[in-house]
């Protein structure tokens, strides 16, 4: 009985997590946080290792960067610990200058404590500019 026990609980624990039959998925659209990260650009799967992207979802070690553009740095999230370099940048976050902190931190925000090291390439840090632009 055993052997018949576990070999039916091996054989469900091997369908785990394989797609169903189309005809089988339920239709239902995607959530908010679904169809941001289908919209991510591969270049953002860097940034997402500290930074959420959707709104209301839990820091990291990075701020939140769902609304991003067009805000003050330092500021946004209101409720993250910026650095005295970041709060002290005194900018506000535009393509020209997302682009180059994402090139460069260190030389755009003397004492962030952000510790990439940048995106060297143009089309990459394009890319995530982009992406960054659309989480308003």
């Known amino acids: 009985m055993r052997i018949v026990s576990g070999l039916a609980g091996a054989l ?3 369908a785990c997590g394989q797609p169903q039959p189309a005809a089988e998925q339920p239709d239902t659209a995607p959530s908010a946080s679904q169809t941001a990260t289908a919209q991510r650009p591969p270049a953002f ?7 959420a992207d959707t709104p209301g979802a839990p820091r990291r070690s990075g701020p939140n960067l769902h609304g991003v553009m067009g805000s003050k740095a330092g500021t946004v999230p209101a409720d993250f610990a910026f650095s005295d370099g970041m709060k002290k940048a005194g900018f506000t976050w535009d393509r020209a200058k997302m682009d180059a902190f994402i090139e460069n931190p260190a030389v755009v925000v003397p004492g962030t404590r952000m510790v990439f090291r940048g995106e060297k390439d143009p089309a990459r840090r394009e890319a995530i500019v982009d992406y960054l632009e659309t989480l308003k």
């Open 12 to 14: 469900f624990l091997t």
């Open 45 to 51: 799967q860097q940034c997402a290792v500290c930074h």
